[in-house]
C-alpha cells in the first residue's frame, strides 16, 4: 500500500500549518530573544516598542496568570526571563501586532540593560563547577574495575560527539484562536499535543480541558517538536486568550535555528578491556551530556545512552556514568535515536582504538562479542538477538571479504586516492524508556453507509504512521482502504497522548487501532451470523463482505453496517492500549524497559581524495531485522531517510556556538546538510525477516530511529581510509569528520625521536 498522503503532497494539496486559512482580525507575533548568553536584567524598557502603531501589546512574565514555567522533566525553564538570562535567544519579551513586520520591527526598539555573567559552553567545565541537572546514573553489570586485571589488552581514550540541527522543512509556529467561554483552540506543529496542552494550562492557571490542540501534519520533527514546539504554542495562546483575537507564529529559518534546542553533543571517556582471543571482559564509559540551560527532555536523552553505551555487544563487566550538565547554550532536546547514537559511537570508538592498536580490523573485535540470545544487557534485560544473523548476512550478501580486498589492492596502487571500508552493527530497544509514557488510545467510527474515521495520538510527520494505522484498521475490519479516514490528532477526541517518538507510534497507536476494530467486529459478528442464520465462529470479514466458513456470502459490509444501525449497535469504539511486560526499576537501574529490540548491520565504503581531504561516500549496504515488514515501501523510505541524516551528523552537520554562547552556524550558509552530491552513490536494503514473537503491531518492527545509527559507520569507514594514507596519524575521535578534520588527519606530522 503507497502512503495515503503521496497524492496531496505531489499535487501541493497536503496541508500545514500555515496552510489553515487565518480568521479575520489575526495578530502576528514575534519574540525578543536575549542577545546575550548569561546576565542579570538590570532594565527592560518595552515603552518605545508598544507605542509603534500597529502593535498590540508586549508580554512578559509579569502577564503570566498562572506559572512562569514550561519545564517538562525538570522545572527549570521559564516561559519568559525574569531576572537572569541563561542562553542566547532566550525569550524576555512577546510582541503581538498587525502583521509580521510590525511585530519584529518592535522588537528592534525594546531597549534591555544587563550585567553580563560568565558562560559556560563545555560540559566537563559545567561538571567540575557541579552545574548538573539531574544526579548522576550508573549502569552496572558485573565488576569492571576487577576485571581489568584479567585482560590481556587494555585501551583508554575520549570521544567527542557533537549536536544537530534538527532542520525540518516546517520551523517552529502555532496558531492559537480563542474560543467561547474563555477557552482557546491551538493549531499547533508539534510531536506532543498533549504536552502543549498541559503547559498551555499551567502558564494561563486553567484547567486542561479549555484548550484544543489539533495537529494535521507536520514538516517533519525528528524530536525538535516533541517538546520545544510547545514554547510557541504556549506564546500564541497566552497572546490569543489576552487579546481575544487569532495570533499566530510561524518562526524564520535563522529565529528557529537560533532559538531552540539540538541534538545534545557529549563528551566522553572510555576505558576498554580485551582478552587475548578479543573478547571484551570490561569497559567503562563516562558520558558528559550538554544539556544547555534547562533540563527538556535532556534527562531522558541521557538515560536511552546509558540503555545503548554497549550498542549490539555483551559485555560482562560494564560500569557507565553520565552527567546532565548544565551549560549556557539553548536547551538541547531529542533528536532522531534520544542519545542512543552517542552511547553508540563511544563504545564503536574503543573498538576502534583497540584495532588500531592491535593492526587488526576492528571487525574482528565487533563479530567476536556480537549480542547472543540468552545475554543479559547491563540494564538487566535478556536479549532476542538478530546481531549475528544481521552481520553473517551482510557478510554473505555483500561479500565482505571481496570488498576488503578489493580496497586494499586499490590503496596499494593509487598514493592520493584512498578508500576504506567499516561495518556498523546496531541494536536498539523500542519502548519509551518512561514506562508511564506506552500507552495509547484510539477512537473509531463506523458510519451508516460503511465508511470509517478513526482518531488516534499518533502524530504524522513524514513517517508514513497514517497509512500504517489505516492498513491497521483495513485488515482488520475487512474493508478497503480507500473506505477509511484518518482524523487529525487532536487533544479533544483522543485525551492524554504519549509524543509520536521513540519509534514507538505504530506501535502503540496501531495496537489501539487493532484493539477498538477487534471489539467492533466482536459486536458485528452476531448480527452476521443471525442474518446468515450461521454460527459466530462461522463468520469473517474480507473484501467488504462476509464470509461463512470462508465462503462470500450475500451480505455486504455496507448492508451489515445499516443493519447493526438499524438495530442499536454501537458502531463507535474508544480502545486503550498499553504495552504488557515492560518495567524499569531506576533505584537499581534494572529491568525489562524494551518491548523489543531491532538489529541490522551497514557496510559502508568510501573514497578520500588526499589532496583536498574531500570524500564520497561510495556505497552503504544494509541489512536490517523488520520482523516481518508490514509497508515495505514506507520502511525502506525510513531506512534510507535515517541513513542519510545519520552520515549527516558523522561527517559535516557541525554545529559552532562562539565562547560567549552565540550560534554561529545560524544558517544554511554555515551549516552544512547532506545534498545529492554528498549521499551514499549506493543504498542497498536488505529486509532481513525475523520471526520471533514481538510486541510490535503485526511483528512489524519499528524503523524510525534505527537506521540513523547506520550513518555512524561512515565515520569509521573515513577514519580508516585517512590511516591508509597516514599511518601515524592520530586523528581524534571526534565527530563530525569534516572535510576539514580529514585534511589535517592525512598530513598529521609523523613523529620522530626528537619529538
Known amino acids: ?100 513586520e510590525l511585530a519584529k520591527s518592535a522588537i528592534k526598539k525594546i531597549k534591555l540593560e544587563t550585567e553580563v555573567l560568565p558562560v559556560i559552553t563545555d560540559p566537563r567545565i559545567a561538571k567540575e563547577k557541579g552545574l548538573l541537572i539531574t544526579p548522576a546514573r550508573t549502569f552496572k553489570i558485573g565488576d569492571s574495575k576487577n576485571a581489568f586485571a584479567h585482560c590481556k589488552y587494555i585501551f583508554e581514550g575520549r570521544a567527542e560527539t557533537n549536536g544537530q540541527e534538527h532542520l525540518y522543512i516546517e520551523t517552529q509556529g502555532a496558531y492559537a484562536i480563542p474560543q467561547e467561554n474563555g477557552s482557546v483552540k491551538i493549531y499547533s506543529s508539534t510531536q506532543g499535543p498533549t504536552a502543549v496542552q498541559r503547559h498551555v494550562a499551567e502558564v494561563l492557571g486553567l484547567p486542561m480541558h479549555r484548550f484544543e490542540v ?97 550498542n549490539a555487544y555483551h559485555v560482562p563487566n560494564v560500569t557507565a556514568t553520565a552527567y546532565c550538565c548544565r551549560t549556557n547554550l539553548v536547551p538541547n532536546t531529542a533528536f532522531r535515536g534520544f542519545g542512543g547514537p552517542q552511547g553508540m559511537f563511544v563504545i564503536e570508538a574503543a573498538i576502534a582504538k583497540a584495532a588500531e592498536s592491535l593492526c587488526i580490523p576492528a571487525s574482528e573485535i565487533q563479530y567476536k562479542n556480537l549480542v547472543k540470545t540468552g545475554d543479559e544487557f547491563p540494564y538487566g534485560q535478556i536479549a532476542q538477538s538478530e546481531a549475528k544473523a544481521s552481520w553473517d548476512k551482510a557478510y554473505e550478501l555483500y561479500d565482505v571479504k571481496k570488498k576488503r580486498e578489493e580496497i586494499e589492492n586499490f590503496n596499494a596502487s593509487h ?12 541494536c536498539f530497544g523500542i519502548s519509551f524508556t518512561k514506562i508511564f509514557m506506552n500507552q495509547a488510545r484510539a477512537l473509531i467510527h463506523i458510519y451508516q453507509d460503511g465508511s470509517i474515521k478513526i482518531s488516534t495520538g499518533a ?67 452476531p448480527l452476521a451470523a443471525d442474518i446468515l442464520k450461521a454460527q459466530p465462529a462461522e463468520i469473517s470479514m474480507a473484501d467488504e463482505w462476509v464470509y461463512v466458513k470462508d465462503i462470500k456470502s450475500t451480505l455486504s459490509w455496507s448492508a451489515l453496517i445499516a443493519q447493526a444501525y438499524l438495530n442499536r449497535i454501537s458502531l463507535s469504539e474508544h480502545s486503550h492500549y498499553a504495552t504488557p511486560i515492560i518495567n524499569f526499576d531506576a533505584s537499581i537501574e534494572k529491568g525489562h524497559p524494551f518491548a523489543y529490540h531491532v538489529y541490522g548491520t551497514a557496510v559502508t565504503t568510501v ?99 534505527p537506521p540513523l545509527m547506520y550513518g555512524i559507520g561512515s565515520y569509521f569507514a573515513l577514519r580508516n581510509a585517512v590511516l591508509a594514507f597516514n599511518p601515524h596519524s592520530s586523528i581524534a575521535l571526534s565527530a563530525p569528520i569534516t572535510p576539514e578534520k580529514v585534511l589535517m588527519g592525512l598530513y598529521e606530522k609523523k613523529p620522530t625521536i626528537t619529538d
Not at 510561524?250 to 578479543?278: A, Q, V
Not at 569497559?283 to 546509558?306: C, H, I, M, W
Not at 598514493?415 to 546496531?426: R, V, Y
Open 1 to 100: 500500500m503507497i502512503n495515503i498522503d503521496t497524492h496531496t503532497h505531489v499535487r501541493g494539496e497536503s496541508l500545514y500549518l500555515d496552510d489553515i486559512p487565518e480568521l479575520q482580525g489575526t495578530l502576528y507575533a514575534a519574540v525578543f530573544g536575549a542577545p546575550v548568553a548569561h546576565a542579570k536584567i538590570i532594565s527592560l524598557d518595552l515603552d518605545e516598542a508598544a507605542a509603534m502603531p500597529g502593535v498590540h501589546r508586549i508580554f512578559t512574565y509579569k502577564d503570566i496568570p498562572g506559572i512562569n514555567q514550561i519545564g517538562g522533566i525538570v522545572a527549570d525553564e521559564p516561559l519568559f526571563a525574569q531576572h537572569e538570562i541563561h542562553f542566547n535567544g532566550m525569550p524576555i519579551a512577546l510582541v503581538v501586532a498587525d502583521t509580521v
Open 214 to 310: 489539533d495537529t494535521t501534519r507536520l514538516g517533519g520533527g525528528f524530536g525538535g517538536k516533541e517538546d520545544q514546539a510547545t514554547v510557541w504554542a504556549v506564546f500564541c495562546a497566552l497572546a490569543a486568550y489576552h487579546l481575544k483575537k487569532p495570533v499566530k507564529y510561524s518562526l524564520h529559518r535563522m529565529e528557529d535555528m537560533r532559538m531552540t534546542g539540538k541534538r545534545n553533543p557529549y563528551s566522553s571517556d572510555f576505558k576498554i578491556g580485551l582478552t587475548e582471543d578479543l573478547e571484551i571482559l570490561a569497559y567503562e564509559a563516562t558520558f558528559y551530556q550538554n544539556a544547555g540551560a534547562s533540563a527538556d527532555l535532556s534527562p531522558a536523552v541521557l538515560e536511552r545512552t546509558l540503555f545503548h553505551s554497549t
Open 415 to 426: 598514493f592520493h586516492i584512498k578508500k576504506g571500508i567499516s561495518l556498523m552493527p546496531i
Open 459 to 525: 502524530v504524522e510527520m513524514g513517517q508514513g504512521v497514517n497509512t500504517k494505522m489505516v492498513q491497521v484498521a483495513a485488515f482488520v475490519l475487512g474493508v478497503k482502504p480507500a473506505h477509511i479516514k484518518i482524523a487529525s490528532t487532536n487533544t479533544y477526541r483522543i485525551a492524554n497522548t504519549s509524543p509520536s517518538a521513540a519509534s514507538a507510534t505504530a506501535d502503540l497507536n496501531g495496537k489501539a487501532v487493532e484493539m477498538a476494530c477487534n471489539a467492533l467486529i466482536e459486536r458485528l459478528i
Open 607 to 705: 573514497t578520500v581524495d588526499c589532496l583536498r581531504g574531500t570524500y564520497e561516500i561510495d556505497a552503504v549496504d544494509i541489512v536490517h531485522d523488520f520482523g516481518v515488514s508490514m509497508n515495505p515501501s514506507i520502511d525502506l523510505g525510513q531506512i534510507e531517510g535515517g541513513l542519510v541524516q545519520g552520515i549527516g551528523w558523522m561527517t559535516m552537520e557541525e554545529i559552532v556556538f562562539d565562547e560567549e554562547g552565540r550560534l554561529r552556524s545560524n544558517a544554511l550558509s554555515t551549516y552544512k546538510v547532506p545534498d545529492i552530491y554528498s549521499v551514499p552513490k549506493k543504498v542497498n536494503t536488505h529486509f532481513l525477516k525475523t520471526n520471533q514473537e514481538n510486541m510490535a503491531i503485526f511483528r512489524s518492527k519499528a524503523v524510525g530511529e
